[in-house]
């Protein structure tokens, strides 16, 4: 930021203006915030491109099944058997939850109700186990456009009709797994920031060894989360931005994370102004002016990184990527804004009980990060290459990482109602006629279709067939294994090889499991198109940035090593201590673009400093001198954005909590060891070569100015 422009924002009546400005944002954007939730999108179907062969099944069945209908069972068990009392009560139960608000005008299916249209020559799924001691009424929720937030609170009014003594019940299907998931996550976005904040306070308490000076961090971070998900629902709203729970979840976390960071980096930087400078609006101005570029450098690597994401195939995936692009953006916007003015308007005493004086010591030349400086400096090549070897190690864990995908069971942590009627009915024997397999053909081939379907090991036999219109016929296979399994998985490529023998037919096939499995699909297209992505991308950033091209070479190449290292030791750790059984195919994508965006955070506040000082001190020094005064700071927002992300293991998804140990421990690798350790290794050992093919060190550093003469110490009025 130009000195000028710092100075106008800080000055003693911009600062007030600045505050009041920002605070009317809040308060509008805030409004806008709160409503975020009616305009999320939490449907799996709703992720996928409209050139999967899943979402092009349902566009045609659109006419024939409505797709905001929602598949919903009451499963019943007793063991020895169900009695006939239990299925008359199933029966007079059916006529209540048909009065629930949402079920559809078909009605609830019981098992009586499916014995009497079979013996009326009408087909009907088996809705009793052999054993007689499961069974489950079928019904269809439908709420419209956006009915699954809607969804709990009806199924809450089934559970509570849904009760006989010595039965036990459950919700499940589709409405039952929707409900279980909103039940599950009820309250735990309030919790996640509780958790977060406190952690972020504790840290901060530490790092700044004030009572008082965390509060001004903390406050800008929430209010930049809160304007953020303003801008989130407007993008939402009016320009078709997917939004759900996840990405809401993951930007509320990097708006802590990044802004706490760059409100250390900040206040570290002013911090030394203060001590150079008697005019507190004086050494915010300069501050701002050089610690700025760095800030804007970061946060800038970080959104043009997330918003690579862009390019997937999945929408959830594509989406993500805007929203915390505004997250970071606007967080930046308030911290080199409202946190200056905040700071400059409540003056010194804010770091009480250590004020920084005007013309006092500096601590930072001669603390814990100057000595390790001075450890690495005699030998710098036989560090960075033992570090390397230990990091390549600990990439070989990357050989147990298991990212094929998680089954409904498995992708959540605890035991939810959904899934234990799921594995009921299977284990006796009956199939969920709410899970199938949908087939679209000519219908001048569907009988040689639905022929060729019947011959698929596992399915249930195909339904009669049901013409669309336009030449075009459909029917439908029950799945009796878990919707998200390899073995669901299995059945739908068997399906579709079966069906794709058949000449002129045309088939697809879609339903349940064909949308997990394509999302599979467009999961893996994703990591093998964004990643390489992401690599140009910040490359060119760091080109951009330090004007060379041998260093922006050897960070990216720290970062990937960095990334490898944590995903490798993560996989580990969810193996032999979590017992995770594997990870979601959009995993290693996410963990990639967030170490990589935000490992390269830590290296650009480094080597912007480096590059500053070289022109004075030389390479060499100038990285003695960086590592010195950014250390602590940087390792103290390594430590903040990883107790960030760690707080993401709170929650009662697996793919976050897996997701939450992986970036904050490559996040800790990258602060406590690359950065500190392998970096500056690299930086002493070649020394002004590191800013190949630029000249910045090929000549005799300057002279650094002598020093001025002590000034004479004056009170400070502030």
């Not at 809160?226 to 407007?234: A, F, I, N, T």
Request: aromatic share 8%; proline share 5%; charged share 15%.
């Amino acid at each position: 930021m130009h000195r000028q422009i710092a100075g106008r924002l800080t000055g003693p009546v911009t600062k007030w203006v600045v505050l009041v400005v920002v605070l009317l944002l809040t308060g509008g954007l805030g409004f806008l915030g709160g409503k975020l939730a009616d305009v999320k999108d939490n449907q799996a179907s709703s992720w996928l491109p409209g050139s999967a062969e899943s979402s092009r099944v349902a566009d045609e069945l659109s006419t024939d099944l409505d797709p905001n209908d929602i598949p919903t069972l009451v499963v019943y068990h007793r063991k020895g058997g169900l009695t006939p009392a239990d299925l008359d009560a199933m029966d007079a139960q059916a006529k209540e939850i048909a009065q629930v608000a949402g079920v559809t005008e078909t009605g609830v299916l019981t098992p009586h109700g499916a014995e009497a249209l079979a013996a009326s020559g009408q087909p009907a799924p088996r809705l009793i186990s052999e054993d007689g001691e499961v069974a489950y009424s079928f019904f269809n929720f439908n709420f419209g456009d956006g009915g699954w937030a809607k969804v709990p609170a009806s199924a809450k009014k089934v559970r509570d009709i849904a009760k006989i003594d010595g039965v036990t019940t459950y919700v499940g299907g589709f409405g039952g797994q929707a409900s279980d998931f909103a039940e599950s996550f009820e309250g735990s976005h309030v919790q996640l920031l509780m958790i977060t904040f406190g952690v972020v306070i504790l840290i901060l308490l530490l790092t700044y060894r004030s009572p008082i000076l965390w509060i001004l961090p903390i406050l800008c971070a929430a209010l930049a989360y809160m304007m953020s998900r303003g801008v989130v629902y407007l993008l939402a709203r009016y320009a078709d931005l997917t939004v759900n729970d996840q990405s809401e979840y993951i930007l509320s976390i990097l708006c802590i994370g990044a802004g706490t960071d760059y409100a250390l980096l900040l206040v570290a930087r002013y911090r030394e102004e203060l001590r150079r400078h008697e005019d507190r609006h004086e050494a915010m101005a300069f501050a701002l002016h050089r610690a700025t570029p760095a800030l804007v450098a970061s946060a800038a690597t970080v959104a043009v990184g997330l918003l690579c994401l862009v390019f997937a195939d999945l929408n959830s995936t594509a989406s993500l990527g805007p929203v915390l692009a505004v997250g970071v953006v606007v967080t930046l916007l308030t911290m080199i804004t409202l946190l200056p003015a905040l700071l400059v308007i409540v003056g010194r005493w804010i770091f009480w009980p250590k004020r920084p004086s005007f013309a006092s010591d500096e601590p930072t030349a001669h603390g814990l990060w100057a000595r390790v400086g001075a450890r690495i400096a005699p030998r710098p090549r036989a560090v960075w290459v033992v570090t390397t070897g230990l990091l390549l190690i600990a990439c070989l864990g990357l050989f147990k990482l298991d990212a094929t995908g998680l089954t409904t069971e498995e992708s959540v942590t605890g035991e939810i109602d959904s899934v234990t009627a799921q594995k009921l009915m299977s284990a006796h024997g009956l199939a969920d006629n709410s899970v199938t397999v949908q087939v679209v053909a000519d219908d001048d081939r569907i009988d040689a279709v639905r022929t060729a379907v019947a011959g698929v090991d596992g399915l249930g036999a195909p339904t009669p067939v049901r013409p669309l219109g336009d030449g075009r016929a459909w029917f439908e296979s029950a799945v009796s294994v878990d919707i998200a399994s390899p073995a669901a998985f299995d059945l739908v490529e068997a399906t579709r090889d079966a069906v794709g023998k058949v000449a002129g037919a045309d088939a697809l096939v879609g339903g349940g499991p064909a949308v997990y499995l394509d999302t599979k699909i467009a999961a893996d297209h994703d990591n093998k198109l964004i990643i390489p992505i992401v690599l140009v991308v910040v490359f060119l950033i760091l080109v951009l940035l330090l004007r060379a091209l041998l260093a922006p070479l050897l960070l990216m190449a720290t970062v990937v090593l960095s990334f490898g290292a944590a995903l490798g030791i993560s996989a580990l750790l969810f193996d032999y201590v979590l017992g995770f059984a594997g990870a979601d195919p959009g995993f290693p994508l996410f963990a990639f673009v967030f170490l990589v965006a935000l490992g390269i955070d830590y290296n650009i506040f480094l080597m912007t400093r480096v590059r500053e000082e070289t022109i004075t001190h030389g390479t060499r020094k100038g990285s003695l001198i960086a590592l010195s005064s950014t250390g602590g700071v940087i390792t103290s927002a390594g430590l903040v954005l990883a107790a960030t992300f760690l707080a993401l293991g709170t929650l009662p998804l697996v793919f976050l909590a897996e997701l939450g140990v992986a970036v904050a421990l490559g996040v800790l690798l990258d602060t406590m060891i690359v950065r500190s350790v392998l970096v500056t290794a690299l930086n002493l050992d070649l020394g002004g070569r590191i800013w190949w093919p630029s000249r910045l060190d090929r000549r005799p550093p300057s002279a650094p100015e002598p020093p001025a003469p002590a000034p004479e110490k004056v009170p400070a009025l502030d």
